[in-house]
């Protein structure tokens, strides 16, 4: 009987013969032996042929073994600290399953472009198998935290009729007899509705914005986790925001250093990070920027440049409140300390990694959200549902959306966001 062990468990078998099953990451020989690194989706682990520990059949295997050919391969364990891991494998045995023919993606660098066309094999390197175990954790650290906290899931609908976050952005799609639907780009409207039966609501799904930016911050489908929660108002809206990063930061610290070394994250960065955030309105923001010479105005959208500049000295991320109305979503509760503006929120990250969340207190009496929708010229007639929620029952809500991937691109701290998805989508590329 074979004892197939994971990698990540090597520790539990020292002086034990186990038997692995993955793929061949690198070979590499040195005269009278030669080693293997071996790799099961759980970690990595070097194996040792040597004449003395094996049979003559196994230790010729080394002129047919290639990159990514799969196999299974049983030895002893013994520790060792020079060994990646601490731990190394004296080969006894080798099946091979089946015999990689020149794997594309060697152990060097390769342009971008080739390995975005190889993204369904780029997957197996070991920095983006690092990115996609911290976005694991990360996806499950935000859904740990609200279900602890009451918060319940509500999917919300992808095919939907009308646009959340105005209609430049929309995705159409032919939809039978009715005309055209939209891809969401987020399901807030729908989670206001959630919070009228459930209290406390979240969707986590992806979204799609047919969005033209070019940079390294932007997807055209990107998952998004919205809350909703009802009897919230703008500054606890904040403080659970606040919360909810910070215990994602010690989740990713607790289950992902090895990772973290991998990417050759600055983890004491993301140490620091878990402290009281920063605060400031729009207005100290713009003011701010200008003395550092920007030549922003007080109407407008911060831009990437903008981001940074507000974060580079803060260890901690800054929430940016109280924004103009005009450049914020219709559905946002106007100031009442001021009409000009609205009790949004964003949270823009350090180190230059930009807007992660976006949130807002949510325009709860009808008449008002009404004019504003009509002074946007919105159909009026397709959002009777959400101006109901304002009709039946209204009571001060809050929300806020964060963005899976601007998290665990800041997380990982790699350079791209289309590092941190299995499969990303922009402008240029839809393949694979
Ligand atoms: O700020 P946004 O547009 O807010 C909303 O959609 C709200 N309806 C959410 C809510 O209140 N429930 O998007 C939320 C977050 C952003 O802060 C950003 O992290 C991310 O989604 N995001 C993107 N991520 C990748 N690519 C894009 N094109 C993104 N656009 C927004
Ligand atoms: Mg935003």
């Not at 009409?339 to 990250?349: E, K, R, S, Y």
């Amino acid at each position: 009987m074979m004892n197939f062990v994971n990698v990540k468990d090597v520790k539990n078998f020292n002086g034990q013969e186990v038997t692995f099953r993955g793929w061949i990451y690198n070979l590499r020989t040195s005269g009278k032996i030669w080693f293997l690194l071996l790799r099961d989706g759980t970690g990595l682990i070097q194996g040792v042929v040597s004449k003395n520990d094996t049979t003559e059949e196994i230790f010729n295997k080394k002129d047919i073994l290639t990159q990514e050919t799969s196999v299974t391969v049983t030895g002893l364990i013994h520790e060792d600290r020079r060994s990646p891991g601490g731990f190394e494998l004296i080969v006894k045995d080798i099946i091979i399953h089946q015999i990689a023919v020149d794997y594309p993606i060697a152990l060097k660098d390769h342009g971008v472009e080739f390995l975005m066309e190889n993204r369904h094999l780029w997957i197996r390197s070991r920095k983006q198998w690092a990115v996609l175990r911290i976005r694991h954790t990360v996806y499950y650290a935000i859904t740990e935290y609200l279900n602890e906290n009451n918060f319940f899931r509500f999917d919300s609908p992808i095919l939907t009729p009308n646009a959340c976050e105005g209609t430049t952005t929309l995705f159409q799609v032919p939809y039978f007899d009715l005309g055209y639907a939209y891809l969401s780009q987020s399901g807030q409207l729908y989670l206001e509705t959630g919070i009228m039966s459930l209290g406390r609501v979240y969707d986590f799904g992806p979204v799609f914005r047919a969005e033209k930016s070019k940079t390294r911050k932007h997807l055209t489908e990107f998952w998004m986790m919205d809350a909703e929660a009802a009897f919230v108002e703008h500054a606890e809206n904040m403080q659970i925001q606040e919360e909810l990063i910070r215990f994602v930061i010690r989740k990713v610290l607790d289950k992902n250093l090895s990772e973290l070394e991998i990417l050759e994250r600055d983890v004491e960065k993301l140490r620091k990070a878990d402290a009281p955030f920063g605060k400031m309105t729009h207005h100290d923001a713009v003011d701010l920027l200008r003395s550092k010479g920007s030549e922003i105005n007080y109407q407008d959208d911060l831009g990437a440049q903008d981001e940074f500049l507000l974060t580079e000295h803060s260890d901690v991320p800054i929430f940016i409140e109280k924004w103009p109305k005009e450049i914020k979503a219709f559905y946002m509760k106007r100031d009442p300390e001021n009409p000009n503006l609205v009790l949004g929120d964003d949270l823009i990250a350090p180190e230059g990694f930009g807007e992660i969340i976006g949130g807002s207190q949510r325009e709860d009496d009808h008449d008002i959200l009404l004019q504003r929708m009509q002074a946007e010229n919105m159909p009026i007639q397709d959002y009777q549902w959400f101006l109901d929620m304002r009709k039946y029952g209204s009571v001060p809500h809050s929300g806020f959306g964060v963005g899976l991937e601007r998290l665990v691109t800041w997380m990982s701290g790699v350079q791209h966001i289309r590092e941190t998805i299995p499969f990303p989508r922009t402008i240029y590329r839809i393949q694979p």
